[in-house]
Every structure is written in C-alpha cells, then in structure tokens.
C-alpha cells in the first residue's frame, strides 16, 4: 500500500500562480473529503522560493493513511512579463511558433507520433490565425 507520495505540478500559461492554484486545489479538497468517508488534513501553503511552492495533504480511512507531498513549481513571473509585451511581438512570435512548426517538420512528426494530438495543436494554431486575420479585417 502506498504510504508517501509526492506530485511535482507545474501549471499551464496562468498568471495566478502558487496562491491561486492552492487556493483552487483547497476548494477541490474541501468538496472531496465532504463527499467521501475520510478523514483529511490540508496544510497551509508554504512559499519556499520564488522557483518553489508546496503543501501536503494527509488523507486516512479503516487500516490506511495517505500523506502527499505536492511540490508546485513557480514561474508566474516569467508569464507576466510576457504578458505585458506589447500584443504585436506576440502576434509575430505566434505566427513564428505556427510556421516554424511546419517548416521544421515538427508537425509532419507530431501527426506520426499522434494524429489525435496534432488536431488539438492544429486546432489551436487555426485559431490562432483566424483570430489574427479576422482582427486584420475588422481593423
């Protein structure tokens, strides 16, 4: 029976960092241990560094106990400062990320890989650039 684990989570492109992500994980937490017959401890939040943040959860029933270590991976200023870049040099380094993709081979690899995959990253980049020539066309 596992006894100890650790989850190192590093989060998607969200300013909200540590503060927010734990405040998110605390309410999940609160709905989990009121619908299921455990007993479960959350502990505070611990900002050890700007690179690092943590916080356990002890979860136990009949005969076992569950301590998880969650280790939150912090880089919330590096997506503000890009954030605040103006909107055209991140319109051109989208449309780089798009055509380089192509260029480079990396799609043609992906759908090797993945098809599937490549439709949610195509799907995106399709997006992206409809957003851009409609915005061009509405201006």
């Known amino acids: 029976m596992i006894k100890r684990r650790r989850v190192i989570y590093v989060h998607g492109y969200d300013p909200q960092g540590a503060v927010g992500y734990y405040g998110l994980f605390a309410h999940g937490w609160r709905k989990f241990r009121d619908v299921w017959s455990v007993k479960s401890h959350l502990s505070p939040l611990n900002i050890k560094s700007e690179d690092l943040a943590s916080w356990t959860v002890t979860t136990s029933g009949p ?77």
């Open 63 to 139: 005969g076992w106990e569950v301590l998880t270590d969650y280790e939150f991976v912090r880089y919330e200023d590096i997506i503000t400062e890009n954030m605040n870049r103006p909107i055209v040099w991140q319109i051109i380094a989208a449309l780089h990320w798009v055509l380089d993709d192509l260029f480079s081979g990396a799609t043609a690899r992906i759908v090797r890989a993945s098809w599937r995959f490549e439709m949610h990253h195509f799907l995106f980049q399709l997006l992206l650039v409809v957003w851009i020539i409609v915005s061009f066309l509405a201006g």
